[in-house]
């Protein structure tokens, strides 16, 4: 198993059964190895640098439906509620205050954020922060709404691909929704000139190794600039309420 680790950490990837292989029968002492490398890398390439973001939730409403989230559409038991303007002033400023001038801004698909609406908040937000590095992760919007955020001044946008993989997109995602557009709107930020980044979730309900594996290679072939992976848990009232969680372990 080191000798796996060693080529990843030498060539940056594995043929994909060596992958699966890695990551199937790994046991601890394999995977100490592999942070050891993978800290060695991070070194490297990035010395000790941490870039810290104030994470802004600005609305939880969401037009869509998809059976793993909390904020889906037909969730009737969640409270929605969506920032103004003022709202997402002050929690910049409460994050400026603390040495911190990257903003995320991040929300369910909500209609209400049209471009005229998400323009008006971008332009307050340059003009009172003109340092200050905006992230988006507001889901699908067409190429001229991102276009135009990223003449007002946006910096980067997160755009979570969910799955690579079309049959398990299907059994988790709704009908409205497709893989091949999640990875044409990656595309499309990237061309825009965005620090564009997509993620996923380990431990996802019908996710096997394979699809773990696609889901890398996305993100490798696609360079992301910031890479969101997290355990899947299992939330209250949806489909998949029910479901085991992902492995924290794996997840790292
Ligand atoms: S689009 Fe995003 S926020 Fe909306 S239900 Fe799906 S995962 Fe949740």
Not at 78 to 91: H, L, N, P, S
Request: glycine share 10%; net charge neutral.
């Amino acid at each position: 198993m080191t000798e796996l680790v060693d080529q990843l950490a030498v060539s940056g990837n594995l043929a994909g059964e060596a992958f699966g292989e890695l990551l199937r029968y790994r046991n601890g002492e394999t995977m100490e190895y592999l942070f050891e490398q993978a800290r060695a890398t991070r070194q490297q390439v990035k010395k000790d640098v941490l870039q810290i973001w104030g994470r802004i939730p600005i609305s939880n409403y969401c037009k869509n439906n998809c059976k793993m989230c909390g904020m889906r559409r037909d969730n009737q038991f969640v409270k929605r509620y969506r920032m103004d303007t003022q709202g997402i002033i002050e929690c910049c400023e409460y994050f400026a205050g603390n040495g911190v001038q990257t903003f995320l801004l991040e929300s369910g698909e909500d209609v209400y954020f049209t471009e005229a609406y998400m323009s008006e908040v971008l332009t307050e937000l340059k003009r009172h922060f003109p340092k200050g590095q905006i992230i988006l992760s507001l889901g699908e919007k067409n190429q001229d709404f991102y276009r135009k955020m990223k003449r007002i001044g946006a910096y980067g946008a997160l755009l979570h691909h969910g799955t690579a993989n079309p049959m398990h997109f299907k059994k988790i995602f709704p009908a409205n929704m497709s893989p091949l557009l999640k990875k044409q709107g990656l595309w499309q930020l990237k061309e825009l000139g965005y620090h564009a980044g997509s993620g996923f979730l380990v431990g996802m309900p019908y996710q096997t190794i394979e699809h773990v594996l696609e889901d890398m290679w996305l993100l490798k072939d696609f360079e992301a600039s910031i890479v969101d992976v997290g355990a899947y848990i299992p939330t209250p009232r949806t489909p998949l309420e029910n479901q085991r969680s992902g492995n924290g372990e794996m997840t790292l």
